[in-house]
């Protein structure tokens, strides 16, 4: 009989102090993940001025799948689940998938502020407000409708499309976000300290310096479970599987990311940071 058809039991069983720290962690990275990542939401929301910038519309679109992967980790990662291909638990690709749009909107906004700095004029004609939502939703109709396709084929297809598409995807692109990085540093490193002290040099490099972090932290989380998948799908060597996500290491990592993303952002940006404390955080503590 399925783990559904019986009812969903916690992810470790509460019999050992160990137990009950695993479980309470789940719940309090699942909440963690959603607080700030809606905190570092709304504040952009409120501010016109950040709402103008490209890079926050790219912020907005991390922000808003790391809120859905928050929401979904009380069910994978508080619950007894384990998200494969032909689980009866499994959520059918969309969890995953709101991790994978993360991935793509810090990768796209790499090769946004790359543009931006190299090319200042030729990025201001061509990037417009509306080509920058254009390019987000386009990723988000992309990454469903991979989710479409691999629900309407059988398992055995759908294992294949991953398999061949993680390997392909996933090198191609880490390998981009590893040379996009290495050049947003020598940038602003050397680049921009050549040019003369001004407001606009300030922007341009802790804006370069933000994605460059926030890239580092997701390489960092996300190398682990990539390398993982490519040897085990791709590769065809036999891995170790854990009984579910929510004491899977290697997938526990990129939820851990999600909550780090959003206390980058406020780190790293002063304008952020204001409007956060002023009229998120004050005006909550304010009602209460």
């Known amino acids: 009989m399925s783990n559904r058809s019986q009812g969903l039991s916690l992810v470790v069983p509460l019999t050992s102090f160990g137990n009950v720290l695993m479980f309470l962690f789940s719940i309090f990275l699942a909440a963690t993940i959603i607080f700030l990542n809606v905190s570092v939401f709304l504040s952009i ?8 910038e490209n890079r926050f519309m790219y912020m907005l679109s991390t922000c808003f799948s790391d809120i859905c992967t928050g929401v979904s980790y009380y069910y994978v990662g508080v619950l007894d689940v384990r998200d494969s291909f032909n689980s009866p638990t499994r959520t059918f690709y969309i969890a995953p998938t709101f991790l994978g749009l993360s991935y793509m909107a810090i990768l796209a906004a790499q090769a946004d502020r790359y543009h931006a700095v190299v ?25 469903f409708l991979i989710v479409a396709v691999n629900n309407l084929v059988t398992i055995g297809v759908a294992k294949k499309i991953t398999s061949i598409g993680t390997f ?4 191609f692109t880490v390998v981009i976000m590893i040379g996009l990085n290495i050049r947003l540093f020598i940038i602003a490193r050397f680049q ?3 040019e003369p002290p001004s407001e606009d040099r300030e922007s341009k490099r802790s804006s370069v310096y933000l994605i460059f972090v926030v890239a580092l932290f997701f390489l960092g989380t996300w190398l682990p479970i990539f390398c993982h998948v490519i040897a085990c799908n791709f590769f065809g060597y036999t891995c170790y599987t854990f009984k579910n996500e929510g004491t899977d ?3 526990i990592l990129p939820r851990v990311n999600a909550s780090l993303t959003p206390i980058l952002y406020i780190r790293g940006c002063a304008a952020l940071r204001a409007t956060l404390l002023n009229k998120v955080w004050r005006r909550c503590a304010c009602r209460r």
């Open 249 to 251: 290491p290697l997938r």
């Open 168 to 171: 392909v995807g996933n090198i």
């Open 45 to 52: 929301l409120l501010n016109k001025a950040l709402r103008r």
């Open 119 to 143: 090319s200042p004029f030729k990025y201001s004609q061509r990037m417009t407000r509306n080509r920058t939502l254009m390019v987000i939703c386009a990723y988000w109709v992309y990454a």
């Open 192 to 194: 921009l300290e050549r």
